[in-house]
């Protein structure tokens, strides 16, 4: 059996990486999507729980002792060190678990690691390739606004606690602009899929 190619996928906030990812799982690709991984951590994983505990304590939780991923968002976005503990913290946890998805995931051609912080985790170095999704910040605040239902303000403080496009073009073997349509975005991916493998 060949083995799966990984690729790294990743894109500032509002570029329409879901989307992209959305088209190549039609190609019988394994989505690791991480987002839904810190979500499932967030609610599940005792260890990680118990270190977010000990350094930001009982407020971060809510009554069903799940992380209340909006008030630990506040909390972090208003200190630098805070927000550098949760996500080397949380890294950590992810990464360990995108590792364990592969090794169980050796039947598909395909494997995406769906990461909106795929570089910052290190999750770039276990890529074959690492495809960047861009749009331009019009464009991404709107879909901000529109999918998270936060205002402008908002929506424009979580880009700019974000990579820059440039920053992160560095780390990019291909490189999408989301702002077509999802007929022409599909044979993009297609030529683009058969360039690289």
């Known amino acids: 059996m060949t083995q799966s190619k990984i690729i790294g996928l990743t894109g500032r906030s509002g570029s329409g990486k879901g989307v992209v990812s959305s088209i190549i799982e039609e190609y019988c690709a394994k ?6 991984i810190v979500h499932e951590l967030f609610r599940f994983d005792k260890n990680l729980k118990s270190e977010l505990y000990n350094f930001f304590g009982c407020e971060i939780f809510d009554d069903n002792n799940y992380i209340n991923r909006k008030k630990l968002g506040s909390i972090v976005f208003a200190s630098k ?3 550098d503990f949760l996500t080397k913290t949380t890294h950590r946890y992810v ?3 995108v590792e364990e998805i592969i090794k169980e995931s050796s039947e598909y051609k395909y494997i995406v690691i769906d990461a909106p912080l795929l570089v910052e985790a290190g999750l770039h170095k276990i890529s074959d390739t690492v495809w960047l999704v861009f ?3 019009e464009i991404s605040l709107k879909r901000i606004v529109e999918r998270d ?3 402008y303000e908002n929506a424009k403080k979580r880009l700019d606690n974000q990579k820059s496009f ?13 702002e077509k ?4 975005l599909r ?3 297609e030529e683009k899929i058969k360039q690289v493998f």
Do not use: F, H, P, T
């Open 31 to 36: 989505i690791i999507d991480c987002d839904k």
């Open 81 to 83: 060190e805070k927000l």
């Open 95 to 97: 990464v360990k678990k």
């Open 135 to 137: 749009a331009s910040e």
């Open 149 to 151: 239902g936060i205002s």
């Open 166 to 178: 440039e920053e992160l073009k560095s780390y990019a073997n291909v490189i999408i602009k989301n």
């Open 181 to 184: 349509s999802v007929e022409e």
């Open 187 to 189: 044979i993009e991916i």
